[in-house]
């Protein structure tokens, strides 16, 4: 059986635009990477496979090439050509050892149109939103798509040098509003039993006279192209470059990786419980490599890590071999220009936190740093009872709604735990949405704000997230076409609990406004568990791991029992368990998985961020249920597991309020004691 060409694909080419050494790991499976199950869902949890489908509607008659076989895809494409004008879905390409397939090819005589779909939002009235505001680079966040059609049109350009060859990007369009219902239900996702591949099912009669106004724009892209073909690739041209990372593909040669603060979030760093299964990790054997680092060294806290750490002492460490944290002093974090503050805010400063997380790590302890007057402090200006919420939110490239645009806010889901005076904990309420059809939004608000109007207690919650959500919904009331009746009481209440910048680059806060329980952990608390990470996921097991209080009061069956914590989805449950080793157990992980056929990855980071990554499970539930055929019974068992999650979500901020509250207790007794000892 001869073995596969290894072309330079645009898959492949994408990966080492962001990294070459990357191409040494690709499609190998013993080098485990999060980045094909991140893309996939994403895709699913936003719509992203539909956008292909409905772009091709957009372009009706064209003729799709399925052939899986190179040579087969490249016959029918070049047999296709011959006519004076066609239109080719998956058009295959050739030249050298570079090898594309073109979502959308438009040929009219010797001109192509190049089309590349992206499940992207863009606005087509602005003419230079892919440039810097210079317009001398382009734009970052634009980047990687316009290499990617940057290479697509090269490539044809040199297979097909009689061809006048133009790029477009194809986006959803933000300005776009939806003219049908349910347009999601055109385009559902079915498996394929055979081959465990996800197909698009297109409505019978769909077409692009059926679904209204396009939500999606194409944009040329003849400028962005030319700008990144004629860039200087490290001394080399494009045409050099592209062939310098062909050759090493080809040839399954290793080009020398190159340390950088990109490394941080490299797909390639793996946990060490996969390493444990067998993987390896292309990160560790980048710095082996280039770092000289031992295995030993790995056990050693990186600058990498250094929480909000500016991206130019990362890149100056690194260039001076200073790869770990026990190499820093203090005056290696401070800031070259100190900023005046007009306000002096409690607890610790960004500069303060970074020193410590240093210093932590330097003196290789595993105890935590607690602000406990700061803490205490604190705590004193809230007011019982207090509420803690979380949301559960998406935006779908292809609106689920009429009159709703492409990746416009959908707030699903939320829960809410409350903690009384007394001390009492209760899980008070939730709310889901998932019907199909059905904008969720403002029943969404409504519930919310029966749920926490019945006092004036203190409003939690964790990161701007909700802040975010709930201004959206705020601009979507007034900005409704027929508003329901009591928009204004909602926009009125939406006020009262939220903060929101003026016009003077001010914030205007609400009599109610919620508080942030991350800020406060920002401020007051750090455990070198969390590797610098405030996202709950880490802050969570980090405290489980450190509070016998807690680990004694949740190792019996207390949760979901009417008589000490009630709860609306558990019973009886045991939060704290523990591993042959003594270590607690993740609560996350005991909890049964949303989808019995899909495996979330531990490692999914959808995007750069810790709300996003804390949300990636609820989204793609949400997107498969508006996207997928699915039964009753199954559906209904998705909602449960997505109530349990959560649910916890909710129950992870009352652990961490608990937490600090018997730390401060702790603290007062012993406090009482030594003034009752010296009297």
Excluded at 188 to 211: C, F, Q, W, Y
Excluded at 412 to 430: A, L, P, T, V
Excluded at 531 to 552: C, T, W, Y
């Amino acid at each position: 059986m001869s073995q596969k060409p290894r072309y330079l694909t645009k898959s492949a080419f994408r990966t080492a635009s962001e990294c070459p050494t990357k191409l040494s790991y690709l499609k190998k499976r013993e080098y485990f990477s999060t980045k094909q199950d991140n893309e996939f869902l994403r895709a699913l949890a936003n719509g992203g496979f539909q956008v292909g489908e409905l772009a091709k509607l957009y372009h009706p008659g064209g003729i799709q090439i399925d052939a899986l076989d190179y040579q087969d895809a490249l016959q029918r494409t070049n047999d296709l050509l011959k006519n004076p004008e066609v239109i080719i879905y998956e058009a295959a390409f050739l030249f050298e050892n570079y090898f594309i397939r073109a979502d959308i090819l438009v040929k009219s005589g010797n001109l192509i149109n190049l089309i590349e779909v992206k499940a992207k939002s863009a606005d087509n009235t602005k003419n230079d939103q892919f440039w810097t505001k210079n317009r001398k680079s382009l734009d970052s966040k634009w980047e990687p798509y316009l290499l990617d059609i940057a290479f697509q049109k090269w490539v044809v350009a040199k297979a097909k040098p009689n061809f006048i060859i133009s790029p477009y990007l194809m986006l959803s369009d933000k300005a776009a509003l939806s003219e049908v219902e349910g347009m999601n239900q055109r385009f559902l996702i079915i498996s394929n039993p055979a081959d465990s591949n996800l197909r698009i099912k297109v409505a019978p009669g769909t077409t692009a006279d059926t679904l209204g106004k396009p939500v999606l724009t194409k944009i040329q892209v003849e400028s962005e192209v030319d700008h990144i073909l004629a860039q200087d690739y490290n001394g080399r041209n494009f045409a050099s470059h592209v062939q310098y990372l062909s050759d090493h593909y080809s040839q399954d040669k290793r080009i020398s990786p190159k340390l950088s603060r990109e490394c941080r979030s490299c797909e390639y760093r793996i946990s060490e419980e996969k390493i444990a299964e067998g993987l390896k990790s292309g990160f560790k054997q980048c710095w082996a490599e280039e770092g000289k680092l031992s295995p030993s060294d790995f056990n050693r806290p990186l600058v990498l890590d250094i929480w909000k750490l500016h991206y130019t002492k990362k890149d100056s460490f690194l260039k001076e071999r200073r790869y770990f944290m026990d190499l820093l002093d203090s005056e290696d974090l401070e800031p070259k220009t100190k900023k005046k503050e007009v306000e002096i805010e409690p607890g610790l400063t960004n500069t303060a936190r970074q020193l410590l997380q240093v210093t932590l790590a330097q003196k290789k302890t595993a105890k935590p740093y607690l602000d406990l007057d700061g803490i205490s402090t604190m705590l004193e200006e809230f007011t019982y009872p207090l509420h803690f919420i979380d949301f559960e939110t998406t935006r779908t490239a292809i609106p689920l709604y009429r009159g709703r645009r492409p990746y416009e806010q959908i707030a699903f889901q939320f829960s809410h735990h409350m903690i009384h005076k007394d001390g009492r904990i209760e899980h008070k309420d939730q709310y889901l949405s998932f019907e199909r059809g059905k904008f969720p939004n403002f029943d969404f608000v409504r519930s919310l704000k029966k749920a926490l109007e019945i006092d004036q207690g203190t409003i939690f919650r964790y990161a701007d997230h909700e802040n975010t959500v709930l201004r959206e919904i705020h601009a979507q009331l007034r900005s409704e076409p027929s508003p329901p009746d009591d928009a204004e009481a909602l926009c009125t209440w939406i006020d009262t609990i939220t903060r929101e910048k003026t016009s003077d680059k001010s914030y205007r806060e609400g009599s109610r406004c919620m508080v942030d329980l991350k800020w406060l952990v920002q401020k007051f608390f750090y455990h070198p568990a969390t590797q610098g990470s405030n996202s709950i996921k880490f802050v969570l097991p980090a405290i489980l791991g450190e509070s016998k209080f807690l680990q004694h009061k949740y190792s019996q069956p207390v949760y979901g029992s009417h008589e000490s914590i009630p709860s609306l989805n558990f019973k009886d449950r045991v939060w704290i368990t523990f591993k042959p080793d003594g270590s607690v157990s993740d609560p996350y992980k005991t909890l049964e998985p949303i989808f019995t056929d899909l495996e979330i990855p531990e490692e999914s980071l959808y995007e750069d961020d810790d709300r996003i990554a804390e949300g990636g499970a609820a989204m793609t539930a949400y997107g498969r249920m508006q996207f997928t055929e699915m039964s009753e019974p199954e559906r209904e068992r998705v909602a449960a597991a997505l109530l349990r999650y959560c649910e916890l979500d909710t129950f992870a901020m009352v652990l961490i309020y608990e937490y600090w509250k018997d730390e401060i207790e702790l603290r007062n007794k012993v406090t009482s004691k030594s003034q009752n000892k010296v009297a």
